[in-house]
Structures are given as C-alpha cells and as structure tokens.
C-alpha cells in the first residue's frame, strides 16, 4: 500500500533556529496537506499543495511540493516557542479512491527558549 | 461554532465490551473520517464517508465499523474491543468541492483503553 514517510521523528531546536521536515511518500500524491497538532489537541489543517513544484508562504512557513509530487517539505525560520507540537503531512495516493488518505508519522518539534 | 463533537472524551473497559464512539459535525460537510494516532505511527485512517449510506475502508478497518445514517453523525463501533485498540481517535469532517480535496475538521480526540 501507500507508505508516507517523514523525517525526522523528532527535532529539538533552539528557538530562532530554523526547522525542517520532510515528507516523501512511495507514489505519486495527488496533493498534500499539512497539519500542526499542539501538544494534548488535534491536528489543525496549514495549508494544501497541488501543483508540482509549487511553492506557498504563510509568515515564517514555507511548504513545498516537489516537482515529481511525491515529496514535500515545510520549513520554519527562525522557530518560536509557539511552533511546538508535531507536523503531519497527508496526500492521496493518485489513483485511489477520493477520500482515502494516508499521513506520515509526524515530526514533532520541541523549541527550547 | 462550526464545530466536531466526539464523546465520549475518554473510556476505560474491558475485553470484548461493545463500544460505540460518537461523532457529529454541525458544518455539513460531505466527508467524515475517522483516524486512530498511536506513537510513532501517526495518523492512521480507519473508515471514511463520502455521504450518507456511503462508507469505505481505510488502512486499518479490522475490528471496526461505522455507519453514516445521517450526514452529521458518524459513530465508530467497536463490536469486540481487544487491547490492541487502545489508541487515541480522532474524527474529521470537511466539504467536497468537486473532487478536490479540502481541509479537514478534527474533533479533540477520544482516548480508549481497553484491559
């Protein structure tokens, strides 16, 4: 089946240093989205990437899709305390039925102040 | 408030103590979906629902099944809860727009325990 993988599985930063995650899945996604789950709550949708090579900003995020859709990233500058929790990326697989999704592991980030 | 209400928020039974967890989401949305998080396996999807009376299965459907009788309840059964199950689920809902995925509504979680 579809396997979504995404590294790392934990990341401990100081705050005002940067973060990264990475999401590669086995096939072809049709998009994928990402969502952010503070710790003790549920995950909150960020964004939706659909196009190949697309690129989208929200503030300090960066989310990116790679140009063959089967990887993604997002990327924090400068990280605050706020941006705690665990990252999860989800994308359908092309070709499955609508509504099948698949999420990776999650990355979750701490931030020491 | 658009909301997903989940309840119960946390459970406690045994071995084979039929369960029923609710889920309802007053924004109505076409799609709901349930989901089981356990630690270093994220999200993993169990059931999902297009409609009403339209359901299908998602990684992890054994030993589960849900019903969609109205568009705003979706209940996640579990006729013989084993220990394995124990895990924190979550249900989401969210529109379709004309087959493009849209963001998902999670509800806050229901944590079973099952001994």
């Known amino acids: 089946g579809q396997q979504v993988m995404q590294i790392p599985q934990y990341q401990h930063v100081q705050e005002g240093e940067d973060f990264t995650t990475y999401c590669n899945s086995s096939t072809t996604l049709s998009n994928i989205q990402w969502y952010k789950q503070r710790p003790g709550g549920h995950p909150v949708f960020l964004i939706q990437?659909?196009?190949?090579?697309e690129v989208k900003k929200q503030k300090r995020l960066t989310f990116q899709f790679g140009e063959a859709k089967k990887n993604s990233s997002l990327h924090i500058t400068a990280t605050q305390t706020t941006d705690v929790g665990t990252y999860f990326c989800?994308?359908?697989?092309?070709?499955?039925?609508?509504?099948?999704?698949?999420f990776g592991q999650g990355t979750i980030l701490t931030v020491h102040p | 408030e658009a909301q997903v209400t989940q309840n119960p928020r946390y459970l406690i039974t045994v071995t084979g103590k039929k369960l029923t967890v609710t889920c309802s989401q007053n924004m109505n949305h076409e799609y709901m979906s349930w989901y089981r998080q356990d630690p270093g396996l994220g999200l993993r999807q169990i059931y999902y629902s297009m409609n009403v009376e339209v359901t299908d299965k998602g990684d992890v459907p054994e030993g589960y099944k849900v019903s969609r009788k109205e568009k705003r309840n979706f209940p996640l059964i579990l006729e013989s809860p084993s220990p394995n199950q124990t895990s924190l689920y979550f249900c989401?809902?969210?529109?379709?727009?004309?087959?493009?995925?849209?963001?998902?509504?999670f509800g806050d979680g229901t944590r079973l325990s099952i001994l």
């Open positions: 990437l659909v196009k190949s090579g």
């Open positions: 989401a809902s969210s529109p379709v727009f004309s087959g493009v995925y849209q963001p998902q509504h």
């Open positions: 989800a994308g359908p697989q092309t070709g499955t039925s609508y509504g099948k999704l698949t």
